[in-house]
Nanobody
Framework: QVQLVESGGGLVTPGGSLRLSCVISRRASQTYAVGWFRRSPGKEREFVASISSSGGSTDYEDSVKARFTISRDNSKNTVYLQMNSLKPEDTAVYHC????????????????WGPGTQVTVSS
């Protein structure tokens, strides 16, 4: 059994920053690749970024590549998404999710999901 819980969302003005956290709770001490996805009203769920189980490899969607940074601290069972230079189009509910195999941007490859945290970028 695994549980993922996101936090760190909120309201921020354009150009601002937020850091999202995803805390992963499980009985066994295993680590898996983690991805961040987002969903805004009227849009499909969108891949944002992913990180391998060790943290040695990362992948980003093109529109966030220069602005967002994904990282993890396995000693704290936490994955982070640092978001800088936020734009109104970044407004969405952000979810973290786990996958056995790093490298997929397809949401169906991710088996366990958190409930999400709302990010709103508005002046």
């Amino acid at each position: 059994q695994v549980q993922l819980v996101e936090s760190g969302g909120g309201l921020v003005t354009p150009g601002g920053s937020l850091r999202l956290s995803c805390v992963i709770s499980r009985r066994a001490s295993q680590t898996y690749a983690v991805g961040w996805f987002r969903r805004s009203p009227g849009k499909e769920r969108e891949f944002v970024a992913s990180i391998s189980s060790s943290g040695g490899s990362t992948d980003y969607e093109d529109s966030v590549k220069a602005r967002f940074t994904i990282s993890r601290d396995n000693s704290k069972n936490t994955v982070y998404l640092q978001m800088n230079s936020l734009k109104p189009e970044d407004t969405a509910v952000y979810h973290c999710a786990e996958t056995i195999t790093y490298g997929s941007r397809w949401h169906a490859a991710y088996g366990s999901w958190g409930p999400g945290t709302q990010v709103t970028v508005s002046s």
